[in-house]
């Protein structure tokens, strides 16, 4: 079955120190692939996105993922956090089926 | 607002009794998706619609869930007999129909199951 893996359940950071968060998706074929931010009290946001073309994708917020085919990841990135990137994370993604599938999440805590 | 609205955001209900949740997508929106999420998880799809015709109910959980959007605008899920399990956040997102992804979530229902 499809199915997207997120390593880190919960990640705690000092502002300024830099973020990866892991993403692995299971499935074969053409995929598109999405990372959405969920701060609290707030409803799921889209963050960036990936369907094709350059595999370094840049978002929002100074965030940006990469695609790896060859490891079916797809890594959220962002060189230096701020306190205000507290929030869950969660990478889904979209292969032709229309909805999407998402991953359990990463709780982000960042600390001032 | 110009986004997607559910309501109630919050339903308690005793074990047993049906409840609904409402969904009013995004004005223009042709697809619709519920969602679960239970605590700790990711969202979990439910059903999709194109309009008004429910196109995907393949992730209903079971008979007791029931969706509806008869107009091809508001769409309303609809659970009979609740049950313990049920507890979670039920999502709705729409997007429009140029693109299916990237779709807009709403803040969702927490419905508590007692």
């Known amino acids: 079955a499809q199915s997207v893996s997120q390593h880190n359940h919960h990640v705690i950071l000092s502002e300024a120190a830099s973020l990866e968060l892991g993403c692995n998706y299971s499935y074969g074929g053409t995929v598109n692939l999405f990372w959405y931010v969920q701060y609290p009290g707030q409803h799921l946001q889209l963050l960036l996105k990936y369907f094709s073309g350059d595999p370094l994708v840049k978002g929002i917020k100074g965030f940006e993922a990469e695609f790896i085919k060859s490891k079916f990841s797809f890594n959220l990135r962002k060189p230096s956090v701020q306190w205000s990137d507290t929030a869950e994370y969660f990478c889904a993604f979209h292969m032709g089926r229309r909805a999407l599938t998402f991953g359990s999440g990463t709780r982000l805590q960042v600390q001032p | 607002g110009a986004g997607v609205s559910q309501s109630p955001r919050y339903k308690v209900a005793k074990r047993g009794q049906d409840v609904a949740l409402r969904c009013d997508p995004i004005?223009?929106?042709?697809?619709l998706f519920w969602y679960q999420q239970a605590l700790g998880q990711g969202p979990e799809f439910l059903t999709y619609f194109q309009n008004e015709a429910q196109l995907d109910k393949s992730g209903l959980p079971s008979d007791r869930f029931f969706a509806e959007r008869p107009e091809g605008s508001v769409s309303t899920l609809k659970i009979q007999r609740t049950q313990q399990e049920d507890s979670a956040v039920y999502l709705c997102a729409s997007s429009s129909a140029e693109r299916v992804q990237p779709q807009h979530f709403g803040d969702g229902t927490r419905l508590s199951i007692l």
């Open positions: 004005s223009g929106h042709v697809s």
